[in-house]
């Protein structure tokens, strides 16, 4: 049985609705913005917010994307650190409750939150406690975890941490892992340029971007970056937002549209897009089968609030996976 492993930042997701804008400005912060804050200022909002509906779930790039796989059907796990706390404790119960193996270590911080502020209009204002998401550490590493999965799924936003990455994809190909790197935010490429450049040449072997990410590797437009970087791996994955996705492998080349549906949120789109399209490749299914299967999922996602799809969503997905030419 395949199974397929991800490492990323380790985040409880708390989707909160509110019917006044008027609470952005009373916590200072910007509609439409995410942003990174402390422990303290996180506190506040959540009890700012008390009373008001609210949805959490177990979140982060790597972690929305091996949810996506674990609803797919496919054996997976998840490498992360959380805070000896509520929150760390409803982040494995949720990967568990997910059928997905949760691989924690406790950091000395606090569970990391991703508060959202959903306004009437959808539009979503983020508030990003990292906490111990960001304590997971190289020491943390061993053979033995890799052990048993034949895919390993990463996340940009570890990538500044250079040590932990290389320990991580170095003991993944020890153990004949298919590297799959997701790039996360094109400032985070143009930070970590050199050593990303580095990390797609000599270890990974499937690439995703959106359109600025591969802009910010390359220096180059869609097309041409995928080109350029199909060099130093297998597959090159660039999500173009409306108008899809383009793939290449060696000489195959496919440019997959989207589906239609009405959209209302983007949170998670390009994380559930690599559970399809992952999903494709462990089914040995061509490229371009894997990049309709992505953009369903990226389609269904973008449907609801937040990055997970409801129990109805996925029956719709099976259904119309079946139906792929």
Known sequence: ??????????????????????????????????????????????????????????GGSAANTIHGLANLGISSGFLGTVGDDNFGDFFREDMEKNMINPILFHGKEETGRAVALVSPDSERTFA??????IELSPSNLSSEIFKGFSYFHIEGYLVQNHE??????????ENNLIVSLDLASYNVVEENLEFLQMLVEEYVDIVFANEEEAKAFTGKEPEEALDIISKSCDI???????????IKRGDEI???????????DS????????????????????????GKIGSILAGKVIEVIGAKIAADGWSDIHSMIKGIN
């Open 236 to 246: 090159v994955i660039i999500k173009i937002g409306e108008k899809g996705s383009l």
């Open 128 to 133: 990003t406690y990292l906490g111990a998401a």
């Open 1 to 58: 049985m395949t199974k397929i492993l991800g490492m990323g930042n380790a985040l409880v997701d708390i989707m909160i609705k509110h019917n006044d804008d008027r609470i952005l400005d009373d916590f200072g912060l910007p509609k439409g913005s995410m942003q990174l804050v402390d422990k303290v200022f996180s506190g506040k909002i959540l009890e700012g917010t008390r009373s008001f509906a609210r949805q959490q779930t177990s």
């Open 164 to 173: 932990l990455i290389k320990k991580a994809v170095s003991l993944a190909k």
């Open 254 to 264: 496919y440019k997959i549209g989207i589906i239609d549906v009405i959209s209302v």
């Open 267 to 290: 949170t998670g789109a390009g994380d559930i897009y690599a559970s399809g399209f992952l999903y494709g490749l462990v089914h040995e299914l061509s490229l371009d089968r894997c």
